[in-house]
C-alpha cells in the first residue's frame, strides 16, 4: 500500500476523509498515542519528526539499579502527579468512545497510561503501557493505589518543597535538582521493597498476555487507525505492520510523521480531537 502524501488537506478535507473511511469499516481496531492526550495539558515526547523533545525517560534498569535515580524518579513524580491527575478528556477521547458506542470501534488500544479513554466513556479498551494510577511493589508484588502512595509520600516529606520548572510526560515534572537530596522516596509498607508505577518502562515488554488479547482483536477487525501515535517505539509500531500484514487498511492521522506512514493506505496530518470530532458530526449527520 501506498502512503497518501501529507500535509495535503485543510482541517475539513481531514474530517471529511476520516468520515469517508470509517463510514467503509465497521469494527475498527485504534490505537491511540500521546497526540490524544495533549490537548488535556499531558505533554508528548517527540515532536513531529519523530525525534526526543526531552531526555528519554527512565529505564527500569536505572529505577531498580540505582538509589539516586530511584529517589530523582519519585520526588519528580510526586510533584507531577497532581498536575496529572487534574487532566480531563479532551474532543479525541470524547469522540473515540461515541464510536465505541455506536459500534463503530472494535478495540482501543493505547499506549497512554492516563485512563483518560476510560474516563471519556470507552469500555473495550487495552492499556498496552498500563496505567501511572496504580503501583506495584517490585519485591512483594503488594498492589497500591497511587493515591495511598502520594499520601505515603506526603507524610514522608511533609516539609519538602521543589521548584517546579516544567510539567514531562506521563505525571513527571521538571524540579530543581537541589531539591532531589532531601526527598525520602516511598518504599512498600509491607516489605519494604521498591515501588514501581504499574507501568511499561523503557527496558521493559509489555506482558504477554495483554499483547496476545490485543492481537487477537486485531485480527478480528476490518480495519486499523491510528490516532496521535509517532509509532516509534515497537509495541505500537507492531500493531500497525500485522495489520499491513494481514491485508487491513490502515488510515493514520497524526501531526507529523510516522514509522508506519508507507503502511498506510489513509494519512492524515491534521489535529488529532478536531479531525475526529468533525468527522464524527459528519457521520451523525447522514
Not at 22 to 42: D, M, P, Q, Y
Not at 168 to 182: C, K, N, Q, R, S
Not at 203 to 218: C, K, S
Request: aromatic content about 6%; proline content about 5%; hydrophobic content about 45%.
Amino acid at each position: 500500500m501506498s502512503a497518501v502524501p501529507h500535509p495535503a488537506l485543510s482541517d475539513d478535507a481531514a474530517a471529511d476523509a476520516l468520515r469517508d473511511w470509517l463510514s467503509r469499516h465497521r469494527r475498527v481496531f485504534v490505537l491511540t498515542g500521546a497526540g490524544c492526550s495533549t490537548a488535556s495539558g499531558i505533554p508528548d515526547y517527540r515532536d513531529r519528526n519523530g525525534d526526543w523533545k526531552r531526555t528519554p525517560p527512565i529505564t527500569l534498569q536505572a529505577l531498580t539499579g540505582d538509589a539516586s535515580a530511584y529517589r530523582r524518579y519519585w520526588a519528580r513524580s510526586s510533584v507531577g502527579w497532581p498536575r496529572f491527575l487534574a487532566a480531563r478528556p479532551n474532543a479525541a477521547h470524547r469522540a473515540l468512545a461515541a464510536l465505541e458506542q455506536r459500534g463503530d470501534v472494535h478495540l482501543l488500544l493505547t499506549q497512554n497510561v492516563d485512563g483518560l479513554h476510560q474516563r471519556a466513556g470507552s469500555r473495550r479498551v487495552i492499556d498496552l503501557h498500563g496505567r501511572l494510577d496504580d503501583v506495584a511493589c517490585l519485591g512483594c508484588a503488594a498492589r497500591f493505589a497511587r493515591g495511598e502512595v502520594q499520601r505515603d509520600i506526603a507524610r514522608a516529606n511533609p516539609d519538602w518543597r521543589a521548584e517546579v520548572e516544567g510539567m514531562a510526560p506521563d505525571g513527571d515534572a521538571d524540579i530543581d535538582a537541589g531539591a532531589v537530596e532531601g526527598f525520602q522516596p516511598p518504599h512498600c509498607p509491607r516489605c519494604g521493597g521498591l515501588l514501581k508505577p504499574d507501568v511499561v518502562f523503557f527496558g521493559e515488554n509489555v506482558p504477554r498476555e495483554r499483547y496476545l488479547q490485543a492481537h487477537a482483536a486485531l485480527l478480528e477487525s476490518d480495519a486499523m487507525l491510528v490516532a496521535g501515535s509517532s509509532l516509534m517505539v515497537w509495541s505500537g509500531f507492531r500493531f500497525a505492520r500485522m495489520a499491513a500484514g494481514a491485508g487491513l487498511p490502515l488510515a493514520i492521522l497524526n501531526r507529523g510523521k510516522t514509522r508506519a506512514d508507507d503502511l498506510a493506505s489513509l494519512r492524515l496530518d491534521a489535529d488529532i480531537g478536531d479531525t475526529l470530532a468533525a468527522a464524527l458530526e459528519r457521520i451523525e449527520a447522514v
